[in-house]
């Protein structure tokens, strides 16, 4: 019996770390682009 209840809050729990981990990647890849753009801006 316990384990029906809890299933769907394991699921969502994990659902909500997963997208907040997709955000941070999406992030630092933002920030990655923008300092190779500084570089480019400064060799240049």
């Given amino acids: ?9 394991a699921i969502l729990t ?11 990647v999406r992030g630092v890849g933002k920030d990655v682009k923008q300092t190779g753009q500084a ?3 400064t060799i240049e």
Avoid: Q
Wanted: glycine share 0%.
């Fill in 39 to 41: 570089v480019e801006d």
């Fill in 1 to 9: 019996m316990k384990l029906s209840r809890l299933a769907p809050v």
């Fill in 14 to 24: 994990v659902a909500l770390f997963a997208s907040a981990c997709a955000n941070t």
